[in-house]
């Protein structure tokens, strides 16, 4: 931990040392990867002489959180003060890549120099040429006369292409040329490109080499979940790839080193909300004559950010009540390590991760979960079946929401998503459509229609729906549908006929359980009656 000190001592003590400082370049060891940041642990040597010290750790993160730097000293050693910076240095050491892209310039721009004055030069004797084609002479024979123009002729030819592409390199060098500026503008413009450094305030009671660790927390990195899933058939367990998206643009590449990736997030609040007094308050539109209307016409003022709590402050105020009180502010080789309220995956091999924010996937896990595979469909919204995975005790393969691609067999079935978040006890994975799984619904015309009673409009509607499995297997298939509920008490629905389906009358829907053989059908009828008065419309008969 960093040692405090008073201001006026360090500001003395510094004043005695000004000229003792160091640089000592940081070795990345190890990398926490959160959700949403991300812990570096780096290793640096230094050497330093009794008394007061300064040593600049270079080849930190660009962006680093300063109050989560944590830095161990060799013994003897105390730290008086950590600040993180990107200006320690009179001349920051330019990336391995920017030195190489300068190179470049120079060299384009050496070449293109060249090619220029060859073209100068050539173009200065065409033109010489065409100026004193005339020399010959009066006395000039006509063999001589047709000598100097099949020079001529053949000189002109020669440069005139020779400058033709001198003209060709010159446009592909600036082009080349270009290139390069624009990328040394973007790593230019990139605030992390170069890093950063922290300065250490040290004291020691006498010379000290050795081995210093720095860790701190930056926000430039994360990464995501996301899964394969694998099925060769409904007979077999689901086959699970976990796999972690990674990304990272701290101004450093992650080179060799030893990755976690960790299920938590260092930035979420770590503060229990708490419940406050929940005050009622007169609504100010009832306030009629100067009189407060009753309890039974006020209305409830929550808390929870500036605008509530500025309008009944205001509103306290001006009812002279008092005012509430403020709110508070490829799999590779792993191990998984359950913490108290978070997990992590150890990955056992070192790994590389550019610092580009490019997504590198890495792959933590291949598992079997044992699944019971249902068919599901809903056919007044859908007429497909859908593969459902039901996965038991699903908190122990310690998931998070994450997109999913589907393979059924060696096809690609699309995309789903994985809610671990679900608060049943058991974890349900759409696995896509199955079209051999054949689902209809139609409206019966000849059982359905409108009459008229008195002053009442009765309206009866019949579907069937047939259902085959043209699988070579039995399937079970939770078949879903509905009837109206009425929230008007002239309107009466009545369900008349479900084929036996298990019914919620709160809200309308209907489930029917179906087990079927390779290639069974059934037809199942629903059938309900709405009866409302005449002259009035409802949204959905």
Known sequence: MIKGITIFGLVTLMALNAGAQQFSPAALKSVTVYGDGAEMVHTARVSVSKGVSKVIITKVAGNIDESSIQVSAPGGVTIMSATFGRDFLPVIEEKPGFRML????????????????????QEGTLALLDKNQSLGGKDATVAELTKLAEYYTAKQIELRNSIYGLVEKETKHMQLLARIEQQLREMNENPEAAGGQIALQLTTPAEVNGMMEIRYVTPNAGWETHYDLKLESIAKPLKLIYKANVHQNTGLDWKNVKLTLNTGNPSSAGTAPELRTWFLYPDMQHVLGGKVAGLSEVVVVGYGNAKNEEADMQFSRKMKLPAPPPSPVSAVPASIVQ??????FDIDIPYDIAGN???????????????GYTYYSVPKLDQD???????????AYN???GEANIMIGNLYAGKTMIDPQATEDTLKVSLGRDRQVVVRRELMAQTSG?????????????????????????????LKDQYPVSTDKNVEVELTEASGAEKNAETGELTWEL???????????????????????????
């Open 102 to 121: 300068k190179d470049s310039l120079e060299s384009v721009k050496l070449s293109l120099s060249k090619i220029r004055n060859v073209r100068t030069a």
């Open 399 to 401: 998931l998070l929401p």
């Open 450 to 478: 409108t009459k008229m009673i008195g002053s009442s409009v009765r309206k009866t509607y019949t579907y069937e729906i047939r259902v085959r499995n043209g699988k070579q297997e039995a399937i079970r298939l939770q």
């Open 515 to 541: 087990d079927l053989k390779p290639g069974e059908s059934k037809t199942l009828r629903l059938t309900y009656t709405v009866k409302h008065p005449k002259g009035m419309q409802y949204q959905g008969l």
């Open 357 to 371: 924010g490019e997504n590198h996937s890495v792959v933590l896990k291949e598992m079997d979960m044992p699944s």
């Open 385 to 395: 079946a859908f593969l459902v995975a039901n996965v038991k005790d699903f908190a």
């Open 339 to 344: 913490h108290q309220t978070s997990a992590s």
